[in-house]
Each structure stands twice: as C-alpha cells, then as structure tokens.
C-alpha cells in the first residue's frame, strides 16, 4: 500500500489518498470531520496513518487513520 496527498477534488484541493494497485486509481480516504483538506505523513506497519489536516481560520491538526477492521 502507499498513500500520499492527492489533488483529486475539482478545486485542486490536497487530500489524503491511498494507492493498493499501481494500475489503479487512488482512493481518497474520509477527511476528519471539519477538515478541508489533508496531507500524510506516514504509515507503519499495522496500517494507520499519520498525518495532518487543515481547520477554519488555516489552524493545523494531526490526525491519525485506523484501518477499518471487518464487522
């Protein structure tokens, strides 16, 4: 898996996006409720990712993604 930050809305706006196949399109993950826009920072092992995501008023937040356990 690899994610990365994405310009994949019509606004050009970057978001968070995880690619699983290269002959795929990405798949922009959920922004955090309030958020406008995300960037990554990184993923370990067990599969969350770190990174950040922009507020009103430009104000930064780190924001962790939990991959979805089956249910």
Known sequence: MIVGTHACDPAGT???AVWTDPAQAPVRLPDPAGGTATAVN???LGGEI????T???N???VV?????TPG
């Not at 770190?50 to 995501?53: L, T």
């Open 59 to 61: 104000e930064q937040r």
């Open 64 to 68: 962790l993604w939990k991959p979805q």
């Open 42 to 44: 990184g993923i370990n």
């Open 14 to 16: 970057a978001h968070l």
């Open 50 to 53: 770190v990174g950040a995501a």
């Open 55 to 57: 507020y009103p008023g």
